[in-house]
């Protein structure tokens, strides 16, 4: 039989093991979550580089455009207010100033350049105007916005009141014969055009071509003194 200082002893012991043994259960599921986390940044850093990587622009959500499927030439809408409420945008009474960036939209069809309208998205009538706008047809998409947001192609075409989607501009489609390969800065992209994010001096272009004709990249847009 232990004595008592014996079995205090023994008591202790025991004790200072059962706290070595959370100690080290505790450093090991701090080092595994760790290498958890560590792998996440791994993961997630990589994943950006192969986006980045890839040269597609950013998408958002949006699916397609609400707009007419006529046969251009395309004219800025007569109630510019009404298509930016189409669009899900706020008419100001002054331009944004929280965000100030502009995109240019070129559009051919087998060769032939399709004019994007000033006005778009100016109500001349109510003196109010959108965050998104042109004020030209140049083809330079004024985003001036008094939020920080992300603005899509979509928006702009829905604005011009024209149909963008993944198989439709206007009233060219690929059911009707029709191949819409769209490019950013220079470079072809998948996916849905109305979904591509505006970012500042990007060059946006939709070719259309029919039959066996292909799709070319047109030459860079040469952006005037200003912008």
Do not use: C
Not at 28 to 54: C, P, R
Not at 63 to 69: E, I, K, P
Not at 89 to 117: K, N, Q, Y
Not at 152 to 178: H, I, K, M, P, Q
């Amino acid at each position: 039989m232990e004595s008592k200082a014996t079995g205090k002893q023994t008591a202790a012991a025991r004790q200072k093991a059962r706290r070595r043994r959370l100690v080290a259960w505790s450093g090991s599921a701090v080092a595994a979550v760790a290498v958890v986390v560590a792998a996440g940044v791994v993961i997630s850093t990589n994943s950006a580089g192969n986006a980045a990587a890839s040269g597609q622009a950013p998408q958002g959500t949006v699916s397609a455009s609400h707009g007419s499927t006529q046969t251009p030439p395309w004219a800025a809408p007569a109630d510019a207010s009404a298509r930016a409420k189409a669009a899900g945008l706020t008419m100001l009474t002054a331009e944004g100033t929280a965000e100030h960036i502009h995109t240019h939209l070129g559009i051919t069809a087998d060769g032939r350049s399709i004019m994007v309208p000033g006005d778009i998205g100016i109500d001349l009538g109510a003196q109010m105007i959108s965050p998104l706008h042109t004020h030209d047809s140049t083809g330079i998409i004024h985003v001036e916005s008094p939020v920080v947001k992300p603005f899509n192609l979509g928006e702009v075409f829905t604005e011009w009141d024209v149909a963008l989607t993944a198989n439709r501009v206007g009233s060219y489609s690929t059911s009707g014969g029709y191949t819409i390969t769209t490019f950013v800065n220079g470079k072809k992209q998948a996916g849905n055009p109305a979904a591509i994010q505006l970012a500042n001096h990007e060059d946006v272009d939709i070719v259309i071509t029919s039959g066996t004709g292909t799709a070319k990249a047109p030459a860079p847009f040469a952006w005037p003194a200003g912008y």
